[in-house]
């Protein structure tokens, strides 16, 4: 592959930036009864309007042609495939193959790794329904009333998303906690009030190595021994999930209660493998497998729709077009549902941990913007907070707004106030006000340039009938693949994780140095910070 930049279709995108730059969205819809119809798709149960986008009929056909030139089918050819496409770390990215269907074909090394995923499923289904029934009992004889996930990154912010989105399918006697930070306070508020003989730990963990996990899983033996007094009640409170058995034995967890996954599910694309088995505790075995089927429907979606047709490549398109055309440096995702509270927490991981890197494939310094940040809270509430800079800011903010034409709790006029302000925001967003209207309402001059919203300000709105399983892994499935199409534009590795790995390895050095009085050999803000720190602890 050749450098993005000197593409032709790349350098026509920037003419053509130009232009569109100096069109505004009120022009547009003026212009054309039809925009929102021609800038409408609707696959799977979703439905994206994109027509109040900055866009014309050419900037779609630019772009689709960028995805093209870009190579985006052969890539998407490969990941379903199974080649190592993550090259930094010689893998397959397989997380696909976690929702096809069980006759399913997928081979890795010349194996089909399809019936192996179901044997896992199978096992998870039959574990999760004998928790949930109350026929696997504690140490002492007592049902399970706790779950406790401890994992981080990919092992916890995917369960902890699912958990709260699907909480109205959870069986509510079942109370789900998730500790992830090493922070002390996360373990201690997620276990103050349980009691260790009905509470079991699943440690989720791909490595069985991660050191928040490993030392939030020691200290929850440590509780729960201190409870229940043996040894062997490690056997009914813990069982895990990783790729590395021995290490999982060696923590005292035995391997028969194991869930197994492979290393071809990079972390943060593994809620639908064995990491979310918290997941199924709290939705149950059915509605799991109907979330894995809403995933595999997206799936089949990307891979067979039409560029121009084609959700997560519509909304990758987009994301490039305001970041590298428009110098856009977020994207704002906006759920007005509660249940997806976490979302923006999860696609914060999936997105920028996955393409936040300056190097390309190929190894040389990209010379355009990759990864825009992600960011955003559910609407209602960040409209009391943040939508001020998105209305009348500096900064272009693209904003993803996603919303359900049924509430899961309909409570007199909620629902309907909720997705008013939903549909009022994105119109205010694009259409402002103006000057003259500001007047028409009897300002004082002074006041108008305050009041006025400038407007073409773009969004994206994504709307389905009602918050689902199988609708959430349709969405799930629908950014990551939004993900990988923009690595394949921006021709980066999107499922290694590098630049994560620095911090870990100077925190085990400074560890040590915290409490012992060595020479200090770093720059001299560091060691200044060290020494107030051991100056200080024990005051
Ligand atoms: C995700 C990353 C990272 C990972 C965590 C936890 O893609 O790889 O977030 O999930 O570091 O790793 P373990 O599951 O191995 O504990």
Known sequence: MGSLIELPVWQDLQKHASQVQALHLRDLFAADANRAQQFSVEAEGLFLDYSKNRITSETVSLLVKLAEASGLRAAMDAMFRGDRINITEKRPVLHTALRAPRGAEVFVDGVNVIPEVHAVLDRMSDFANRVRSGEWLGFTGKRIRNVVNIGIGGSDLGPVMAYEALRSYAQRDLTLRFISNVDGTDFAEATHDLNADETLFIVASKTFGTLETMTNAYSARAWALAQLGDEKAVACHFVAVSTNAARVSDFGIDTANMFGFWDWVGGRYSMDSAIGLSTMLAIGPDNFRAMLAGFHAMDEHFRTAPFHENLPVLMALL?????????????????????????????????????????????????????????????????????????????????????????????????????????????????????????????????????????????????????????????????????????????????????????????????????????????????????????????
């Open 319 to 539: 994301t490039v077009w305001y970041n590298n055309f428009f110098g856009a440096q977020s994207v704002a995702v906006l759920p007005y549902d509660q249940y997806l509270k976490r979302f923006p927490a999860y696609l914060q991981q999936l997105t920028m941990e996955s393409n936040g890197k300056y190097v390309t494939l190929s190894g040389e310094r990209a010379q355009w913007e990759t990864s825009p940040i992600y960011w955003g809270e559910p609407g209602t509430n960040g409209q009391h907070s943040f939508y001020q800079l998105i209305h009348q800011g500096t900064k272009l903010i693209p904003c993803d707004f996603i919303g359900f034409v049924h509430s899961l709790n309909s409570h007199g006029p909620h629902h309907d106030i909720l997705i008013a302000n939903l549909f009022a925001q994105a119109e205010a967003l694009a259409f402002g006000k103006t000057a003259d209207q500001v007047r028409a309402e009897g300002n004082e001059e002074w006041l108008v340039p305050h009041r006025v919203f400038e407007g073409n300000r773009p969004s994206n709105m994504l709307l389905a009938d009602r918050l689902t399983p199988e609708i959430l892994g349709k969405l799930v499935a629908l950014y990551e693949h939004n993900v990988f199409t923009q690595g394949v534009i921006w021709q980066v590795d999107s499922f290694d994780q590098w630049g994560v790995e620095l911090g870990k390895v100077l925190a085990v050095q400074i560890q040590p140095e915290l409490t012992s009085g060595a020479d200090l050999h770093h720059d001299s803000s560091t060691n200044a910070l060290i020494n107030r720190y051991r100056r200080l602890r024990h005051v």
